[in-house]
């Protein structure tokens, strides 16, 4: 009985593999049937128990091995999702620097298109300041050109006026009884005895300066005597300068030379500098055509500019001191004149 049970055992137990299973892992040691059988109870019951602890741990080792592929699968199920994100992500962004690249391209394309716009502008402006210098320079030739006519019809003028004295102050309408030639006549007599019984002098023309007269004009028109010859012309205001009084019926004109508007311009520059000068007895004269002339220290100084004047001012404290005032006015005078330009 207790031969067939243990024979029925170790059948029982031939189908088993033998594996390690000690805790040790030393290895479980092989039996062969007839040891099996030669085994006593208790050597059953230890290999029973052996073989169980073994069962026991293969049924671990195959739990974990199926933890360990299942959180293998969920990685690689990570990994996967991961590759398909990267390859979208990747694709968004080979998408992105081809939109990047494209709109590169159109940049260089645009900022291409702009640099030649560019360029054909520069050439036009410069064209256009080729042109403009060439018209400044045509109007500064054409400027020159006005000038020099208006200096040449000044000169004309100047000349077909030189016989020519300018009355300044004879009320208007007392020609009415000897007309202006008369006048003339009686303001020699008035004046330079000797010169009105020169029969010599002759007057072949007078009118008054402009033709039509202004009431809203509190002046009286000028008077032009036209004379023969300009030596009587000459002769008559050398004696007025000497005079210096002129008077008609007692009361004061001048006489003066008669000139274009041009020279008498010019003239008119040295008004205010005349003026001082002739209250300082500097023997002050007007030359022809625009020339300021006067005695200094002695000598006659002739300008023919302003700026030649302050030049030689500059050098003479005491004509420095006299003129003073007035060289600073006209100074202010020309800078706000600049400033309007």
């Not at 030393?26 to 069962?55: F, G, N, V, W």
């Not at 741990?57 to 091995?65: F, R």
Request: proline share 3%; hydrophobic share 30%.
């Amino acid at each position: 009985m207790t031969n067939n049970k243990r024979k029925n055992q170790g059948n029982k137990n031939k189908e088993v593999t033998m594996k390690p299973s000690t805790e040790k892992d030393t290895p479980i040691q092989d039996y062969e049937d007839d040891d099996i059988e030669e085994m006593q109870e208790a050597d059953l019951k230890k290999l029973i128990r052996t073989l169980r602890s073994s069962q026991k741990q293969i049924l671990e080792l195959h739990k974990s091995l199926m933890d360990k592929i299942e959180n293998l699968s969920h990685e690689n199920e990570i990994l996967r999702r991961n590759q398909n994100e990267t390859k979208q992500l990747v694709q968004q962004e080979t998408g992105i620097v081809t939109e990047v690249k494209n709109s590169i391209d159109q940049m260089k394309n645009t900022i291409k298109s702009l640099t030649n716009r560019i360029g054909e502008a520069e050439e036009r402006i410069s064209d256009l300041e080729d042109r403009e210098q060439e018209r400044i320079q045509s109007n500064q030739r054409k400027d020159e050109e006005i000038r020099n006519l208006k200096h040449i019809v000044g000169n004309l003028q100047d000349t077909i006026k030189k016989p020519n004295i300018r009355v300044l102050g004879v009320p208007e309408g007392m020609e009415r009884e000897k007309g202006l030639e008369g006048l003339f006549s009686e303001i020699l007599a008035e004046n330079f005895p000797g010169l009105e019984k020169d029969r010599e002098i002759l007057v072949q023309e007078a009118h008054r300066t402009p033709n039509k007269h202004d009431q809203k004009r509190s002046s009286p028109r000028h008077v032009v005597i036209k004379l023969s010859t300009v030596k009587h012309k000459e002769k008559i205001l050398k004696c007025a300068r000497e005079k210096r009084q002129i008077t008609l019926r007692g009361s004061p004109i001048r006489l003066t030379a008669d000139f274009s508007s041009e020279t008498l311009k010019a003239r008119r520059e040295w008004r205010d500098i005349a003026q001082v000068l002739r209250e300082n007895n500097c023997q002050l004269r007007i030359l022809y055509p625009a020339k300021l002339s006067f005695v200094n220290e002695g000598e006659i100084k002739t300008f023919h500019n302003k700026q030649k004047l302050k030049e030689f001012v500059a050098t003479r404290p005491a004509l420095q001191k006299m003129l003073k005032d007035v060289l600073h006015t006209e100074t202010q005078k020309h800078g706000h004149q600049y400033e309007r330009r």
